[in-house]
């Protein structure tokens, strides 16, 4: 069992900056890809960005050049840096992690590809 920890959301202004931390507890993600969700009030959960194993990254093309996924080379950290935020960004972001599997490109933006999740944290933004 892997406990997913998130931190780092909170109220911002449109245009601001944020940056989510997720860790999972007593381990490293060396054998995990991770990924970042969000779901906002009466929406779906939607694919946000992914890190895989091998450090490659995926993104959603509405975050896409604003938001960035990064793991700490000591693996025990993937960290969502969020810049230029704006009101549509507000969302529970959830930080998720599969381990080490054969997993295509693709895979990475499905939910059901996510073995584990977090509680979740909010990110508020105000125009």
């Known amino acids: 069992q892997v406990l997913l920890v998130e931190s780092g959301g909170g109220l911002v202004q449109a245009g601001d900056s944020l940056r989510l931390s997720c860790a999972a507890s007593g381990r490293t993600f060396t054998n995990y890809g991770v990924a970042w969700f969000r779901q906002a009030p009466e929406k779906e959960r939607e694919f946000v960005a992914a890190?895989?194993?091998?450090?490659?990254?995926y993104y959603a093309d509405s975050v896409k050049g604003r938001f960035t996924i990064s793991r700490d080379t000591a693996k025990i950290t993937v960290t969502l840096q969020m810049n230029s935020l704006k009101p549509e960004d507000t969302a529970t972001y959830y930080c998720?992690?599969?381990?080490?599997?054969?997993?295509?490109?693709?895979?990475?933006?499905?939910?059901?590809?996510?073995?584990?999740w977090g509680q979740g944290t909010q990110v508020t933004v105000s125009s």
């Open positions: 890190i895989s194993r091998s450090a490659i990254t």
């Open positions: 998720a992690a599969v381990e080490w599997a054969n997993l295509s490109g693709s895979d990475y933006y499905r939910i059901q590809t996510y073995d584990y």
